[in-house]
């Protein structure tokens, strides 16, 4: 298991906020299989990984599902692209 730990910033109702991402990724033969915690303040928010729909497209989870309904529509989608972007720079 590796684990790392990164920001991202957006916009939020005209506010600029920011939070924490730390990830476990396991080390080995892809697929590599990989969870993101997502905090506020130190404060667990929600926890996502990314999986594949039916279509085989890769598509982003909230493990707290009774969460999603508090977020605003595609905000996990935006959230798990920006993490793929991040991942990759790092």
Sequence with gaps: MTHES????FNWKNNRRQVQVRTEKVKG????IATY???WNNT????M???LNNNCRKVWKIVESE???HLPFG???ALGSIIDHASLIN
């Excluded at 033969?29 to 590599?32: F, K, M, Q």
């Excluded at 667990?44 to 926890?47: A, D, P, S």
């Design 6 to 9: 990164f920001h991202i910033q």
């Design 75 to 77: 905000f996990i989608a």
């Design 37 to 39: 915690e997502v905090l």
């Design 29 to 32: 033969s892809s697929p590599v």
């Design 67 to 69: 969460r999603e309904s």
């Design 44 to 47: 667990h928010l929600f926890t």
């Design 49 to 51: 990984y990314p999986t």
